[in-house]
């Protein structure tokens, strides 16, 4: 892409150089804009049957916004007497999930996370649209966390770098253009890596109820879940198969004791299907590991979330993790001499661990799994040996997989930083858009 004739500094370092012929403002000369409110929480009547659309920020999902998964009353608008967003309103979140953007298509009211801009402005919004989440941020602060704060007086003094009208318009259209197909490949990416990913868990389902040889004789389990499995295997429950079933606490002091080195405790953000991910990991002294000398963490281990969002999340422990423990969200199984660590994790993993979870958290109505039930779930196994060739085959065509996925993930990484390369460059003049 071509570059325009001529520069001129700015003397802000973010942004450089910029076309002679735009300019540089602050976000109060240039747009009138409104945040929202919420109502008091403890009182029902300004939410039960409401019938206004409400816009909080898990609702800023895609371009456009035409209703909201929660709802305010008429009587919430009587008493508190908000301000009514308008129809075609451009919406900012700037608290929690900064910089994420809207267009609202019909009237509506938004919560306190979100400011919104007037449509009635010479500015092309669409142009705004691209270039709001990339400069407003720049004016915000950090909390000791590095996450970025924003409050109504940085954005009001946030720097926008300003084209005249005419090029707003056709950067707009040239980036709802390319945002769109580039957008699109992603979408493609992912799809694919959904399917990957569905193929190596069949894979596994397969293979952890019917063994790798077709020609073995079937029998029936009699637990539905499970169905049929090879004639010489056995259906037993986790506690016959196990010789510890626990957890951790949290350390008296909580995140107040955690350390920046140290030996690392465990918590369900630092499980996953495909590892333990240790680069959020909290820290711990001797002292205090030693104090929660239940829950230390053995090589050969399998680690299962058992509470929150991330329940049944899994993996094993193996020697390259040395000393570790567990907080109370995170179950500690240790194999015995009947199962391998591996095959116990990818039993958990497969459908046949994650129905049983399902299934007693929606028939409980438990928020977390306690061990009297994880100790009574049921798998099928089958000996030592078969396990070894069971997880064998698997990791065979599993790493094939993986793969496949590390491929696909570092293509969606790639397309989705040009993405934010292109909009970069062009709301900021780096390069031309020619009509």
């Given at each position: 892409m071509k570059k325009y004739e001529k520069y001129k500094p700015t003397n802000?370092?973010?942004?450089?150089?910029?076309?002679?012929?735009?300019k540089i403002s602050k976000v109060k000369y240039?747009?009138?804009?409104?945040?929202?409110?919420?109502?008091?929480?403890?009182?029902?009547?300004?939410?039960?049957?409401?019938?206004?659309?409400?816009?909080?920020?898990?609702?800023?999902?895609?371009k456009y916004i035409s209703d909201s998964s929660n709802k305010i009353t008429d009587k919430a608008i009587e008493d508190l007497n908000p301000t009514i967003v308008p129809k075609g309103s451009l919406l900012y979140s700037f608290k929690l999930s900064v910089g994420k953007v809207a267009f609202t298509e019909i009237d509506c009211y938004t919560n306190e996370a979100i400011f919104s801009i007037d449509p009635d402005n010479e500015d092309n919004l669409e142009f705004f649209y691209y270039a709001l989440p990339q400069q407003i941020i720049k004016n915000a602060n950090e909390n000791i966390y590095g996450a970025k704060i924003l409050n109504q007086e940085l954005i009001k003094n946030a720097d926008l770098i300003i084209p005249?009208?005419?090029?707003?318009?056709?950067?707009?259209?040239?980036?709802?253009?390319?945002?769109?197909e580039i957008d699109q490949l992603i979408e493609d990416k992912k799809q694919l890596y959904k399917l990957i990913k569905?193929?190596?868990?069949?894979?596994?389902?397969?293979?952890?109820?019917?063994?790798?040889?077709?020609?073995?004789?079937?029998?029936?389990s009699n637990i539905e879940f499970i169905g049929e499995i090879p004639e010489n295997w056995n259906v037993k429950k986790i506690k016959h198969i196990v010789s510890k079933v626990g957890s951790g606490v949290t350390p008296s002091g909580g995140a107040s004791v955690y350390e920046l080195t140290g030996i690392p405790l465990l918590r369900s953000q630092n499980i996953h299907f495909d590892g333990l991910r240790l680069d959020d990991v909290a820290y711990i002294n001797e002292d205090i590991h030693n104090s929660m000398k239940n829950s230390k963490v053995h090589s050969g281990d399998v680690l299962l979330n058992i509470t929150g969002a991330s329940i049944g999340r899994c993996f094993y422990v193996d020697e390259t993790l040395g000393e570790a423990n567990v907080n109370?969200?995170?179950?500690?199984?240790?194999?015995n001499n009947k199962v391998l660590t591996k095959y116990l994790y990818y039993i958990l993993y497969s459908n046949i661990g994650q129905?049983?979870?399902?299934?007693?958290?929606?028939?409980s109505g438990r928020e977390g799994l306690n061990f009297e039930v994880l100790k009574n779930f049921q798998v099928p196994l089958p000996e030592i040996s078969e396990q070894e060739s069971i997880i064998n085959y698997i990791e065979l065509h599993a790493?094939?997989?993986e793969f496949r996925l590390m491929k696909t993930k570092k293509l969606i990484d790639l397309l989705t930083e040009y993405r934010s390369a292109l909009i970069s460059d062009v709301v900021t003049g780096k390069v031309k858009v020619i009509e």
């Amino acid at each position: 892409m071509k570059k325009y004739e001529k520069y001129k500094p700015t003397n802000i370092e973010w942004i450089g150089d910029i076309p002679e012929h735009w300019k540089i403002s602050k976000v109060k000369y240039n747009f009138s804009f409104r945040t929202g409110f919420t109502p008091p929480s403890g009182k029902s009547e300004y939410y039960n049957d409401g019938n206004n659309v409400w816009i909080n920020i898990g609702d800023l999902d895609g371009k456009y916004i035409s209703d909201s998964s929660n709802k305010i009353t008429d009587k919430a608008i009587e008493d508190l007497n908000p301000t009514i967003v308008p129809k075609g309103s451009l919406l900012y979140s700037f608290k929690l999930s900064v910089g994420k953007v809207a267009f609202t298509e019909i009237d509506c009211y938004t919560n306190e996370a979100i400011f919104s801009i007037d449509p009635d402005n010479e500015d092309n919004l669409e142009f705004f649209y691209y270039a709001l989440p990339q400069q407003i941020i720049k004016n915000a602060n950090e909390n000791i966390y590095g996450a970025k704060i924003l409050n109504q007086e940085l954005i009001k003094n946030a720097d926008l770098i300003i084209p005249p009208p005419h090029e707003q318009t056709l950067i707009a259209n040239y980036l709802n253009k390319k945002t769109q197909e580039i957008d699109q490949l992603i979408e493609d990416k992912k799809q694919l890596y959904k399917l990957i990913k569905e193929e190596k868990t069949a894979l596994i389902n397969q293979v952890i109820t019917k063994g790798i040889t077709s020609s073995q004789n079937l029998k029936n389990s009699n637990i539905e879940f499970i169905g049929e499995i090879p004639e010489n295997w056995n259906v037993k429950k986790i506690k016959h198969i196990v010789s510890k079933v626990g957890s951790g606490v949290t350390p008296s002091g909580g995140a107040s004791v955690y350390e920046l080195t140290g030996i690392p405790l465990l918590r369900s953000q630092n499980i996953h299907f495909d590892g333990l991910r240790l680069d959020d990991v909290a820290y711990i002294n001797e002292d205090i590991h030693n104090s929660m000398k239940n829950s230390k963490v053995h090589s050969g281990d399998v680690l299962l979330n058992i509470t929150g969002a991330s329940i049944g999340r899994c993996f094993y422990v193996d020697e390259t993790l040395g000393e570790a423990n567990v907080n109370q969200h995170v179950s500690i199984l240790r194999p015995n001499n009947k199962v391998l660590t591996k095959y116990l994790y990818y039993i958990l993993y497969s459908n046949i661990g994650q129905e049983q979870i399902r299934k007693e958290q929606t028939g409980s109505g438990r928020e977390g799994l306690n061990f009297e039930v994880l100790k009574n779930f049921q798998v099928p196994l089958p000996e030592i040996s078969e396990q070894e060739s069971i997880i064998n085959y698997i990791e065979l065509h599993a790493n094939q997989m993986e793969f496949r996925l590390m491929k696909t993930k570092k293509l969606i990484d790639l397309l989705t930083e040009y993405r934010s390369a292109l909009i970069s460059d062009v709301v900021t003049g780096k390069v031309k858009v020619i009509e």
